[in-house]
């Protein structure tokens, strides 16, 4: 075995040589660290926030428009412009009496008036209501009212036996309301 003179072994006295610091022919010499890089380097991508922010703006504005639009409150012919919800400038479902002698056809549409409780509201309703409309019935039509008169879309007629039990109060107060001598018959 050959011995290096310029190698230094634990406990002999003789300083290493630290310039060159090579194992087996590798060069471990620390590096300079590279310097970070610069914040104008690495640009930020907005367009695809600006695009979901603007995704999640419209989102929400067409789920508020739908839920505020969708709700058809229910209401009795004396409590429109009187109970919040009842308003004459939304659409609503108006529960009345036909009044005895007011249906009509014009035009193409049947007219006619329903009351609740003293108060009417003449409606107008595009084609004929059908089913077993007729007058000193309770009935709910939905619409919208446009000056003074509700415009109706759809009228509903015939109730489930299952309403007339939870609110036979109504029905019953209703009948009697609209036309007193058609409930005693």
């Given amino acids: 075995m050959t011995t290096d003179p310029t190698s230094s072994r634990a406990g002999d006295g003789n300083v290493p040589d630290d310039s060159h610091d090579e194992v087996d022919g590798l060069n471990l010499t620390p590096r300079e660290a590279a310097a ?19 995704v999640v703006v419209a ?5 508020t428009q739908f839920l505020t639009s969708a709700v058809d409150y229910y209401c009795n012919v004396d ?6 919800g009842c308003d004459e400038d939304r659409r609503i479902r108006l529960q009345g009496t ?5 249906v009509a056809l014009v035009a193409n549409a049947t007219v006619f008036t329903i009351s609740f409780n003293g108060a009417t509201m003449p409606v107008s309703y595009d084609g004929e209501p059908g089913g077993i409309f007729k007058e000193c019935i309770p009935v709910v039509v939905h619409g919208v ?6 415009k109706g879309d759809r009228v509903e007629v ?10 036979d109060e109504r029905v019953t107060e ?9 409930s005693t018959a």
């Avoid at 009212?145 to 509700?150: A, F, P, S």
């Avoid at 015939?158 to 609110?167: F, I, L, Q, R, T």
């Fill in 59 to 63: 989102g929400g504005v067409i789920v």
């Fill in 36 to 54: 970070p890089a610069s914040p104008a380097g690495r640009r930020r991508n907005w367009l695809p926030m600006i695009v979901l922010a603007l």
């Fill in 145 to 150: 009212i446009e000056n003074g008169t509700l």
């Fill in 98 to 102: 036909v009044d005895e002698g007011t």
């Fill in 174 to 182: 209703a009948e009697v309301a609209g036309c007193p001598e058609a």
């Fill in 158 to 167: 015939k109730h489930s036996d299952e309403y007339v039990s939870v609110n």
């Fill in 79 to 84: 409590e429109v412009g009187v109970r919040d």
